[in-house]
Structures are given as C-alpha cells and as structure tokens.
C-alpha cells in the first residue's frame, strides 16, 4: 500500500494501469479494512485521484466500486479524524465533477449524513463538510440537483451568513472561520440559481437573511464573498 501510495504521489500517476489491474478495485476494498494505517492509506490515494480532472476515473470507483456508500460508513466515525476528513474531502471532489454523481449522493442519503455529523465535527473542519453540501447544490453543464432535496442544506448556510465571525474578536482572523463564511455564501448562491419556482421564495421566508447579506456586502473586505452575495442579491432581483 505504501508503494501505491508512491506511485499515486507522482505528477503524472499511473490511475489508469491500476484500474486495468484490478488494484483499484481492492484500494476501495481496503477501506473496510479493520487496520486504520491500510484505511488512510487507502482513502489518501482515492482522494488524490478524486482531485484529479479525469471523470472517467472517478466514474470507475463510484459505479462500478460503489465507492460513494463505502465513504459515507468512514465519515460516520469522527473519532477517526484524518480519515473521516478525508473521507469528506473525497465526496466533495466527487460531487462537483458531476450531476450523476450528486444524485447518487442524493439517493445514498449523503446530504442527511453530512447534516447530522457537522455538529459532532470540531471547529476547525466544519468548513470541510459545509463546501461538500455547498458542491452538491451547484449545477452541472446547466443541470441542478433535485431541489426539493438539497432545500434541507439552506438553513445550514443562512445560519452561518447571520452569526458571521465577530470583526472585533480573535476568530477574525480565522481562516477556517472565514472559509466556511465564504463557502456559505456560494452554497446559498447555487441555491439562489436552482429555476425551481420555490428557491427563491425559501431564501426569503428566513427571518433577516436580505437585510444580513446587504450588511455583509457592505462591511466585509473578502472578494470571494462580496462576489457571491452580489450574485444572490442579483438572481433574487431577477426572480
């Protein structure tokens, strides 16, 4: 496993002959394995090739390994820190590069899971499962999730956008403070763009969220932010 781990580690990684060998295939086995070193390094290699730009690749693992069930059984265990967050990381590359693949996630239940362990996740790493739930509710080459499905994730980042980092304290500074902030309001901008009649009109049911993203814009220096809560503000005035 540590040689793969090489193979894996170099620029131009050799996916596809361990596809042809059938190793692929056991790397996912491995992540039920009961040796938590075999597991990380297991979950270390399929999280760089879902880094990776190849579709077919990831096709491979999740329709043919049925890698998507095996990674939710990981992220249900946050006493296993490294893999857990791995674990997550990997569904998030995976739900980005494919409306196929966000609504297998959506059949699995993957959205639910990710709910229900961001409060059994620390601080630190909430951002981590926040951009996941905000990868699934982008579109695909024009495409959206299932609406009524991924509507269960907006008071996740409402919530975040009304109780922003305080300015005036230490979490300022912050960086995983201010990336879930961030994520937050891309999540809730996808959302904003899904042409189901009713996204718009759940966006403005929740007390005070217009009037939160109007003094974010204002007040907040980070680009990536003014740009997403422009473009909400945007495809609600379009609505």
């Known amino acids: 496993m540590t040689t793969l781990k090489q193979l894996m580690s170099r620029p131009n990684p050799p996916i596809q002959s361990l596809i042809d060998s059938g190793c692929m295939m056991r790397i996912v086995q491995f992540l039920s394995s009961n040796d938590q070193t075999i597991q990380t390094i297991a979950v270390e290699i399929l999280f760089d090739i879902?880094?990776?730009?190849n579709i077919s690749h990831i096709?491979?693992?999740v329709d043919e390994y049925g890698i998507i069930p095996h990674l939710m059984t990981l992220i249900s265990n946050p006493k296993k820190s490294s893999?857990?967050?791995?674990?997550?990381?990997?569904?998030?590359?995976i739900a980005i590069k494919s409306y196929e693949f966000k609504?297998?996630?959506?059949?699995?239940?993957t959205i639910g899971l990710l709910i229900e362990i961001?409060?059994?996740t620390c601080q630190k790493d909430k951002h981590i499962i926040v951009r996941a739930l905000a990868n699934i509710c982008d579109e695909d080459n024009g495409i959206y999730p299932d609406y009524d499905a991924v509507k269960?994730?907006?008071?996740?980042?409402?919530?975040?956008?009304?109780?922003?980092p305080d300015s005036s304290s230490s979490l300022s500074n912050d960086h995983n403070e201010q990336e879930m902030l961030d994520v937050a309001c891309l999540g809730l901008f996808y959302l904003s763009k899904n042409p189901h009649p009713e996204s718009i009109k759940s966006i403005l049911e929740i007390e005070g969220?217009?009037?939160k993203i109007f003094e974010l814009l204002l007040s907040h220096q980070n680009f990536n932010i003014q740009t997403s809560l422009l473009k909400i503000i945007s495809n609600i005035s379009n609505d």
Do not use: D, V, W
């Open 50 to 53: 879902s880094s990776g730009s």
């Open 59 to 61: 096709k491979i693992l």
């Open 83 to 93: 893999i857990h967050i791995q674990s997550i990381l990997i569904l998030g590359n």
């Open 103 to 109: 609504n297998i996630m959506i059949t699995c239940g």
């Open 118 to 120: 961001l409060t059994l």
């Open 152 to 164: 269960q994730i907006l008071p996740i980042f409402t919530s975040i956008i009304q109780t922003p």
């Open 209 to 211: 969220i217009i009037s």
